[in-house]
């Protein structure tokens, strides 16, 4: 099982993923809102709490140029349904939406990663290759908990 991309081919502005899961919504709700599990298949959090509003910071591993440090801020959030937030790093001013969708088969999450410009095409790469890898490393943690 792997994340699936389905970003149009021309689109540069918005990335968008579906994950298919056999978990119900809880138990994704909680990899997407738990810091321990977040540090698991996405970056470890300072101050993450799933309250809109609430600002915190993801830690990546430094490169040239970048401290590693990404900005966020919950914009929107309703438990078990959706968790929406800013990702800032430097000029680059996005947000990313995690929708659960419950079936009769598990959760089907959606990831849509909105906002970069048209002049951000290897930012947009960079996330896109990204989500690709945190997904999978998602649906690893997921699928199989310890």
Not at 77 to 100: A, K, Q
Not at 121 to 142: E, T
Request: net charge negative; hydrophobic share 35%.
């Amino acid at each position: 099982m792997k994340p699936i991309d389905t970003t149009p081919p021309a689109q540069t502005h918005t990335l968008a993923f579906e994950v298919h899961l056999s978990q119900p919504p809880e138990m994704v709700w909680r990899a997407l809102t738990d810091p321990e599990l977040l540090a698991e298949w996405l970056l470890p959090s300072a101050g993450f709490a799933p309250e809109p509003g609430r600002s915190f910071t993801l830690q990546a591993p430094p490169q040239p140029g970048w401290d590693g440090k990404v900005s966020c801020r919950v914009v929107d959030m309703e438990p078990l349904r959706r968790l929406s937030y800013t990702w800032v790093v430097g000029d680059l001013d996005t947000v990313v939406t995690f929708t659960l969708e419950p079936g009769s088969s598990g959760t089907v999450l959606t990831i849509v990663h909105s906002g970069f410009k048209p002049e951000q095409k290897h930012n947009f790469g960079g996330a896109r290759y990204g989500w690709r890898m945190m997904g999978q490393r998602l649906i690893d943690l997921i699928q199989n908990p310890e």
